[in-house]
């Protein structure tokens, strides 16, 4: 996931999408080599970047916003 510049009294600007990694509100979704990822802060405390390898399918889905981060948490079992 692409480093945010913080900048006082500003919000940091949404990263920009590449051919490989797409970013949504609060999470992302990448292809690395032949796998698929979704990456996310969880709500544990203090929060926590957790890394889930998702298909082709689900990276294309996601892609075309056809599935949220929700569904996909649900369909692998993401604690």
Same mark, same amino acid.
């Given at each position: @996931?692409?480093? #945010?510049? +913080?900048? *006082? !009294?500003? &919000?940091? /600007?949404? *990263?920009?999408?590449? %051919?490989? %990694? ?13 796998? &698929? #990822? @979704?990456? &996310?802060?969880? !709500?544990?405390? /203090? !929060? %926590? +970047? ?10 294309? +889905? ?6 949220? +981060?929700? %569904?996909?948490?649900?369909? &692998?079992?993401?604690?």
């Amino acid at each position: @996931m692409a480093d #945010y510049k +913080l900048i *006082p !009294g500003k &919000y940091p /600007q949404k *990263p920009t999408n590449t %051919e490989n %990694e797409f970013f949504k509100s609060g999470w992302s979704i990448r292809k690395e080599n032949d796998k &698929y #990822y @979704m990456s &996310y802060i969880s !709500g544990s405390l /203090q !929060g %926590e +970047l957790k890394l889930v390898e998702i298909s082709n399918d689900d990276f294309v +889905l996601a892609k075309d916003d056809k599935i949220t +981060l929700d %569904e996909l948490c649900i369909k &692998y079992n993401v604690n």
